[in-house]
T-cell receptor, first 115, second 111 residues
Framework: DTGVSQDPRHKITKRGQNVTFRCDPI?????LYWYRQTLGQGPEFLTY????????KSRLLSDRFSAERPKGSFSTLEIQRTEQGDSAMYLC?????????????FGEGSRLTVL | RKEVEQDPGPFNVPEGATVAFNCTYS??????FFWYRQDCRKEPKLLMS???SGNEDGRFTAQLNRASQYISLLIRDSKLSDSATYLC????????????FGAGTRLAVHP
């Protein structure tokens, strides 16, 4: 257990529906990342939070995607009007300690299937 | 061109074999490198950092050649439990650290 928890673990939805994923990172850590992974690919960076501030957002995140971290603790990733191409594993990660060594602990991910 | 490129494999090797994975990176701003391991349908986990001088952790040896922008991972005496996908990762620092992952190399060790 890395200490990073994600919910739900699996989500099946129909095209056009909205979905929201939640991430609870390692407690008291101010840095949180979202990545997306599709079959046969490595994780791709989506966005980064330092406390409640979203400091970077990848061009992969279209305007249908929004991420928040309102109190600098848990984070949510919402996808509006889902498309089949959104089917992927959405991974949340945070560093294991306060020192920035570059290591990230990932949650088990939220797997999205858009029908 | 992807920032971190790897041979996707799969590499099918017998137990006890030595296997080597290679990785190239194109972003010269990448300051540090890592190998992560990902088991099927699981999250990636750090395997080891990669240092310019080369470093070893048990049966695993990692090498970095900054001039050639090349990273390698050598696994000796392969075990069945080594079967996984190995992700080459570069770290870019610009106020905060961001990991850039390769697509991964799949390893299957058979009896």
């Amino acid at each position: 257990d890395t200490g990073v928890s994600q919910d739900p673990r699996h989500k099946i939805t129909k095209r056009g529906q909205n979905v929201t994923f939640r991430c609870d990172p390692i407690s008291e850590h101010n840095r949180l990342y979202w990545y997306r992974q599709t079959l046969g690919q490595g994780p791709e960076f989506l966005t980064y939070f330092q406390n409640e501030a979203q400091l970077e957002k990848s061009r992969l995140l279209s305007d249908r995607f929004s991420a928040e971290r309102p109190k600098g603790s848990f984070s949510t990733l919402e996808i509006q009007r889902t498309e089949q191409g959104d089917s992927a594993m959405y991974l949340c990660a945070s560093p294991p300690g306060r020192a920035d060594t570059g290591e990230l602990f990932f949650g088990e991910g939220s797997r999205l299937t858009v029908l | 061109r992807k920032e971190v490129e790897q041979d996707p494999g799969p590499f099918n090797v017998p137990e006890g074999a030595t296997v080597a994975f290679n990785c190239t990176y194109s972003n010269s701003a990448s300051q540090s490198f890592f190998w992560y391991r990902q088991d099927c349908r699981k999250e990636p986990k750090l395997l080891m950092s990669v240092y310019s001088s080369g470093n070893e952790d048990g049966r695993f040896t990692a090498q970095l050649n900054r001039a050639s922008q090349y990273i390698s991972l050598l696994i000796r005496d392969s075990k069945l439990s080594d079967s996984a996908t190995y992700l080459c990762v570069g770290l870019v620092s610009g106020g905060y650290n961001k990991l850039i992952f390769g697509a991964g190399t799949r390893l299957a060790v058979h009896p």
